[in-house]
């Protein structure tokens, strides 16, 4: 696939000499910290838990039925106004109870060196797990805490944080401003604010610094409206994407009409000003990091 080569070869051109110069950043979505092996629950099911964990064995069955279609913003809506202050524990017994481990992804951006910060919109532990696994120091910032200048590496957590070593009242005492945002009110309650720390610290970044999306699907409302507002800024500082081929996983398409698919994902990725890498498998993944350090 002529383009798809090109933009590959492109993306790792720009990608290899911001980190040679320590310019770049990362921006991490749950790609980072799902796999088929790492236990880690993904978004629906991480929902149904916790709804299990709200309800009753008697009373789930019901709710479970009238919830089933409503999808998992719209289901722990109602799971936080039924478990209030406990709703964050229950999150964080759904996300730990299978000890899930580090992904490769995260352990191969845990070991590129030159990087300094990390905007993870993960609530959980995995990309801290994946640096203690690899030896290499880290440090999360929750909303709204003071930015830290000790030479550790930064790993910013926009939508909140818990990991799984706090104690529950640590979790339930946390600042409202602190609330993970996973229910349908929270994304309105973030979007509505857009001076608010989370957006900061993404703008922070994508004035500042070149800019890697990985495990990032680029469909958060949020931050495609930051990448429409920095490409009309003009700014100089570049993005790129590891993106999952758009046709991967489909049936077999004819040649010309492949090209034509990929050249059209390319035209809406590049009218946000990314730069894409499109893979072949999420295996990939790693290696494309670790060849970075070549």
């Known amino acids: 696939m002529k383009n798809k080569q090109l933009y590959q070869e492109k993306a790792l051109?720009?990608?290899?000499?911001?980190?040679?110069h320590g310019q770049l950043s990362l921006f991490v979505g749950?790609?980072?910290?799902?796999?088929?092996?790492?236990?880690?629950?993904?978004w629906g099911g991480l929902a149904s838990r916790v709804l299990e964990l709200a309800w009753p064995k008697d009373k789930f069955d019901p709710v479970k039925e009238v919830l089933n279609n409503k999808g998992p913003l719209k289901s722990m809506r109602l799971a936080r106004l039924r478990l209030k202050e406990e709703f964050p524990v229950a999150v964080q017994t759904a996300l730990y109870e299978k000890d899930p481990q580090p992904t490769e992804a995260g352990k191969a951006i845990a070991r590129l060196q030159g990087i300094k910060e990390i905007c993870c919109f993960n609530?959980?532990?995995m990309l801290e797990s994946a640096f203690a696994s690899t030896s290499r120091r880290c440090k999360s910032v929750e909303p709204c805490q003071k930015i830290p200048k000790d030479?550790?590496?930064l790993i910013y957590h926009p939508h909140g944080y818990i990991p799984r070593t706090a104690e529950p009242e640590e979790l339930r005492s946390k600042k409202p401003e602190q609330a993970i945002i996973f229910s349908e009110d929270d994304y309105h309650l973030f979007y509505g604010k857009?001076?608010?720390?989370?957006?900061?610290?993404?703008?922070?970044?994508?004035?500042s610094t070149?800019?890697?999306?990985?495990?990032?699907?680029?469909?958060?409302?949020?931050?495609?409206?930051?990448?429409?507002?920095?490409?009309?800024?003009?700014?100089?500082q570049q993005r790129m994407a590891l993106l999952p081929d758009p046709k991967a996983g489909s049936v077999k398409i004819p040649p010309d009409e492949a090209e034509l698919l990929i050249a059209t994902e390319i035209a809406l990725i590049e009218s946000s000003g990314v730069i894409p890498y499109f893979y072949d498998r999420h295996e990939d993944v790693p290696k494309i990091l670790d060849s970075l350090k070549s």
């Open 194 to 207: 857009p001076y608010s720390w989370a957006t900061l610290i993404q703008l922070k970044l994508l004035l």
């Open 210 to 236: 070149d800019v890697l999306f990985v495990g990032f699907s680029l469909r958060d409302p949020n931050t495609l409206r930051l990448l429409d507002l920095i490409k009309e800024m003009g700014i100089p």
């Open 30 to 42: 749950a790609g980072v910290s799902q796999s088929p092996v790492s236990g880690v629950p993904g």
């Open 123 to 125: 609530f959980d532990d």
């Open 13 to 20: 051109k720009v990608i290899k000499d911001s980190l040679s």
């Open 151 to 153: 030479g550790d590496v």
